[in-house]
């Protein structure tokens, strides 16, 4: 069994400040590898 941890893609439409994105990005952020694309503003 391999022992990496998966990614985890994370992306909105909302901007990367969005407290959404943040929340989630804390939420999973043990469960793996996470990626953030967002734009920079709304």
Request: proline residues 10%; hydrophobic residues 45%.
């Amino acid at each position: 069994m391999s022992k990496e941890r998966p990614i985890i893609l994370v992306t909105n439409d909302d901007g990367i400040t969005a407290p959404g994105i943040r929340n989630l990005v804390e939420a999973v952020k043990d469960l793996g590898q996470v990626i953030v694309v967002a734009p920079d503003s709304p």
